[in-house]
């Protein structure tokens, strides 16, 4: 006598297809699925190469930045030295040096004819400018950069033979600093001492250079001897 199947309400009957059908629809996540988890790992990515890409522009925009400070600083400690070693010319420091022209600084007796309206060039007036009372002041005019023989600015150590390192071994000033030497009427007796009487202070402008040539620091001072 063959068997019954009760159907049950809660319990409906089944046969080997249908389960078979249901064991394969576990197993196979349907294809709606798979492109939504497509979708969420390519946004993932395409934020992380943002951010690794940023990260990068950031790194690269420190580094110059540091690099810019630093080549600044070497052209502003070169201005400086400019300004030192003018303070020598002046003076006629070191005793020891071969080319000086302190007596052209004399206090009270300044050699006005040294310096002359575009700079001199040449012996004893090398970057020696008269004070322009209108227009543009001679430190404007003059090109710092010039090295050759006709300058009309006094590289570092003209005349007071010291040496400066500069060039391109390592990471040094592009070249020598310059400077060039303005006379000013004492404003303290000026106005109670004539023409032969005058003195003098000088206004010197220096420019230092970084390791290229078009990173370029100027200084100024009023210098009294």
């Not at 070497?74 to 006629?92: K, M, P, R, T």
């Not at 004893?124 to 300058?151: E, H, R, Y």
């Amino acid at each position: 006598m063959p068997k019954k199947i009760i159907e049950s309400p809660l319990m409906p009957a089944t046969t080997p297809e249908k389960r078979k059908n249901r064991r394969f629809d576990r197993k196979n996540p349907s294809a709606s699925s798979r492109g939504v988890s497509l979708i969420v790992v390519m946004i993932i990515l395409l934020i992380v190469s943002i951010l690794g890409v940023a990260g990068i522009q950031i790194s690269m925009m420190a580094e110059r930045g540091t690099r810019n400070d630093r080549d600044t600083q070497i052209a502003w400690q070169a201005a400086e030295a400019a300004l030192i070693d003018a303070e020598f010319d002046i003076e006629g420091q070191p005793a020891t040096s071969t080319h000086l022209r302190s007596s052209v600084f004399n206090s009270g007796n300044t050699d006005l004819s040294k310096f002359t309206d575009s700079c001199g060039n040449s012996g004893d007036s090398i970057g020696l400018c008269n004070l322009n009372a209108s227009g543009k002041p001679a430190w404007l005019t003059v090109d710092f950069t010039d090295t050759s023989s006709n300058a009309r600015t006094t590289a570092f150590g003209t005349y007071t033979d010291r040496t400066f390192p500069a060039g391109n071994k390592g990471i040094q000033p592009s070249q020598a600093p310059r400077y060039v030497i303005e006379p000013i009427p004492d404003p303290a007796v000026a106005r109670t001492q004539g023409p032969t009487g005058m003195k003098y202070v000088y206004r010197v402008t220096s420019m230092g250079f970084g390791p290229r040539t078009d990173i370029q620091v100027a200084l100024q001072m009023i210098y009294r001897n």
